[in-house]
């Protein structure tokens, strides 16, 4: 596994490296969201520049997901996501909009709601991705119980597909197009020190990301890379063999060495576990909070339920 770290402009260094023949397979990014935060370098932004300095860097069949929200002044919505979408769809495809449900919310004041989300998009270059690993982690409420076929928009282009008979429900069913996400220290990442960044996306958004749209080998790139979620994830959460590739980018030099820390302390963190875990009588790890994401154990047990449900029972 290895980690490319860039400090400067992102769109000068990705249409440098897109020059030299660098191609990328998935980006998981948050730009900087207008004013809302203040980051060390009073950064700026080219947005229609970097929509295609991406599309230049990203293989075909490569995903670029944004995660993005609005900012809100004198009771009107900046509409800069919409903007976003807009503009990146005038390269790429959007194959996919996640609402990004937050655990904690920013007051709304008197007279609005609490803000609760923002969105990921997920932009497609190509026709079609060269990847798609579906989460199967969402509990079904029905699970083991017989439940008869329906109607639904089931097949790709949105068509209205009749099912038939009678299926077994699964003890977990495909994710869908909205999550949970905790944030917020302790929660956004495991490493104490990426908290030093005002703005850390959070890992249980960033690491299904990577899981569902890239593959062992694959070169992950963030180009608004602040603490380093995305090299951190791809060194560390990953067993041997399964690792992603990652290049980090950053207008400040000052993040980068803070990024480069938080993978030391990632990778220490990772083979702590890998060694704890082959002593006999060791802890399992402690679960996670709300939403508990799967363990890849119990996630490929539920897979491997699904397949031997099917196999096994005929309906009714
Ligand atoms: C929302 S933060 C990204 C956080 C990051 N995803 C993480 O998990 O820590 C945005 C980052 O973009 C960087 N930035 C702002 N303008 C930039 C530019 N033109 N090129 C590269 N990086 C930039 C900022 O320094 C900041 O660290």
């Known amino acids: 596994m290895t980690t490319k770290y860039y400090t400067g402009d992102c769109c000068e260094v990705m249409e440098r490296l897109a020059k030299e023949g660098v191609k990328t397979n998935l980006t998981v990014c948050s730009p900087p969201y207008q ?17 295609k300095a991406l599309y230049d860097i990203t293989c075909d069949g490569g995903i670029v997901c944004v ?3 609005d900012q809100r002044k004198d009771f009107d919505e900046s509409g800069f996501s919409y903007k ?3 503009e990146f769809k005038k390269h790429f495809k959007l194959l996919q909009t996640i609402i990004v449900v937050k655990d904690s919310i920013i007051f709304g004041g008197e007279q609005r709601l609490a803000n609760q989300h923002e969105f990921c998009f997920c932009f497609l270059r190509g026709e079609k991705p060269r990847v798609f690993n579906k989460l199967m982690d969402r509990p079904n ?33 495909a994710r869908t197009s909205v999550w949970s996400v905790p944030v917020g220290f302790n929660k ?11 703005a850390v996306m959070s890992q249980h958004l960033a690491l299904p990301l990577i899981k569902m749209f890239s593959q062992p080998g694959d070169v992950v790139l963030d180009c608004f ?20 590739d990652s290049v980090y ?3 400040s030099p000052s993040y980068a060495k803070l990024a480069k820390r938080r993978v030391k302390e990632a990778e220490n963190r990772a083979m702590r576990e890998a060694s704890q875990a082959t002593k006999p009588h060791s802890q399992p790890a402690p679960t996670e909070a709300f ?26």
Request: hydrophobic share 30%; with cysteine; proline share 5%.
């Open 188 to 198: 956004s990442a495991k490493e104490t020190c990426a908290h030093e960044h005002c």
């Open 35 to 51: 004013e809302l935060r203040n980051y060390k370098n009073g950064c700026v932004w080219d947005m229609p520049r970097t929509a």
């Open 249 to 251: 980018i950053d207008i």
């Open 141 to 173: 409420k029905q699970a083991g119980k017989w439940s008869n076929k329906v109607i639904g928009r089931h097949g790709e282009n949105d068509e209205l597909k009749k099912g038939e008979g009678k299926f077994l429900v699964a003890p977990f069913g």
């Open 225 to 244: 890379g602040g603490s380093g979620t995305v090299p951190a994830l791809c060194g560390s959460s990953f067993s041997e063999g399964q690792k992603r």
């Open 291 to 316: 939403p508990r994401t799967p363990s890849n154990q119990e996630a490929k047990e539920a897979a491997r339920l699904i397949l031997s449900y099917q196999e096994a029972f005929q309906a009714p």
């Open 67 to 69: 995660n993005i929200g």
């Open 84 to 86: 976003l979408a807009l």
